[in-house]
């Protein structure tokens, strides 16, 4: 088996099988893969035919207009005698792990988590993994979140205060995941939050309840103190909708990265990541993007053969 480094992705040839898992462009030869739809994953989709599955499928249709294929989990795609399946990640919605035996049997996460969210359940546990490509965003021992469900409590907590207190309240998160796991936890206090159309175009896909902003009657639905859903971009109109609906805006990202917002991240973080490849305990792993040498010294400490993917790997 051979491994390389491709932009966000792995290229990985097994066997008869050349497999590109979140390929910037397409690459000759190779049967193409999209872990999840987020827009640094999906480069390939947008010249080449991909395969993924059926929810990032739904996803890279609404948004972009692109076609792709999927195949549903527990189907089994063979390329060159090479079986691939897609297992859940956890990460967003529609994203998932791929599953790569030829008899050696390899797992590329893409990006992943553990934590159960307001819609997604944590990533699935591969099985008899022999190597296990894992993805490392927050790979760094002093990346720790607080639970989630502290996290929603906090987030219950400072938007009801804001609207009682006649505030609007923004929160900030991707298009893409992040603001549907805002619109279902609004969703779940009672609230239906205002978005911009990328939101209300995957939010739909999900059965979420919102009010897209610009659609007749938005503005007279705000006049009430209300909680917009808005892609960190947006951050510059903020200024722009206090002065329009004339109330005062509380706003806060919530992202990993956030540091005076919520810490509501869709990766694993170092503990979660850890967990991870304990459940999995994989023979060998691979550790790719951020983080990847600092996770991988972290992991031969505990006894892992692990290795960064600086560079082709050939096991
Ligand atoms: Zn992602």
Known sequence: MLIRPLGNGVLLDVGGARVAVDAPGPVHGATHF???????????????????????????????????TYIREGEVLTVGGTEISLIPAGHIPGSVQVVVDNGVRAVV???FKMERDVIEAGADIPEDVDVLILETTFGAPHHRFPERLVTYESMRRWIRANLDASNHVVLY????????????????????????????????????????????????????????????????????????????????????????????????DFVQTIRYVDAVEPKAVITYGRNAHRLATVLRGMGYDAQPLDRLILL
């Open 34 to 68: 999209v872990t999840h739809a987020h827009t640094d994953h999906i480069g390939a989709a947008k010249s080449t035919q991909v395969i993924t599955s059926p929810g990032s499928h739904e996803i890279l249709k609404t948004v972009g207009g692109y076609s792709s």
């Open 173 to 268: 998160g991707y298009a893409v995941g992040k603001s549907q796991e805002l619109t279902a936890f609004l969703n779940s206090m009672g609230i239906t939050p205002f978005v911009p159309f990328r939101t209300h175009q995957v939010n739909a896909l999900l059965g979420l309840s919102d009010v897209l902003i610009g659609s007749e009657g938005w503005r007279e639905r705000a006049t009430e103190p209300s909680v917009f859903v808005l892609p960190p971009n947006f951050s510059k109109i903020v200024s722009a909708l206090e002065l329009e609906l004339g109330r005062k805006v509380a706003s806060r990202s919530c992202s990993g990265w956030a540091k005076n917002g919520f810490r509501l991240s869709s990766h694993a």
């Open 109 to 111: 996460t893409g990006d």
